[in-house]
């Protein structure tokens, strides 16, 4: 088992940035596949990014490439999605998410464990 606990959400103005937290208990982070997502009311939920997991490889959506980064503390059991330069269309509900079986390049084959979300809004 593992839980999620996401953190970090907020109120920004557009060109602004936040940092998410996703604290994670009952399995060190550094072992499974942790993906970002998002859902905007209205809308399905979209893959943001992914970090894969002892390698430490990163895959992201087009849409956020060059403003979203993830990172990992292993201390801490903590991954992180920075996100820069935010506008009106990245606000949404964002969730992390770990996947326990993956393939040759540590991505995820499905996810497991969600956590319950964070709101970002983001303001024009």
């Known amino acids: 088992q593992v839980q999620l606990v996401e953190s970090g959400g907020g109120s920004v103005q557009a060109g602004g940035s936040l940092r998410l937290s996703c604290v994670g208990s009952?399995?060190?982070?550094?072992?499974?596949?942790l993906g970002w997502f998002r859902q905007a009311p209205g809308k399905e939920r979209e893959f943001v990014g992914v970090l894969s997991g002892s390698a430490g490889r990163t895959n992201y959506a087009d849409s956020v490439k060059g403003r979203f980064t993830i990172s990992r503390d292993n201390v801490k059991n903590t991954v992180y999605l920075q996100m820069n330069n935010l506008n009106p269309e990245d606000a949404a509900v964002y969730y992390c998410a770990a996947g326990v079986t993956y393939n040759s390049l540590g991505y995820p084959l499905r996810y497991d464990y969600w956590g319950q979300g964070t709101q970002v809004t983001v303001s024009s």
């Open positions: 009952g399995r060190t982070l550094s072992t499974v596949a």
